[in-house]
């Protein structure tokens, strides 16, 4: 938090949850103590590194 200087972002994106992804959500927040930002950012790395492993895996069969 607060690196704004040295990793500037200007793109805002936005979307909807459930009650119960809210609730898991905020329970990440206080467990992890990262803004959403962070653990949204982490999700897609995650997402984006197991899709292109999954989808390498494809291309090789």
Known sequence: ???MGENPRYNVISMRV???ERIQLEK???TTHKSVSDIMREAM???STHYEQNDLGRKAA
């Open 18 to 20: 459930s009650d119960e």
């Open 1 to 3: 938090m607060g690196r």
């Open 28 to 30: 990440l927040v206080k």
């Open 45 to 47: 790395e995650y997402f």
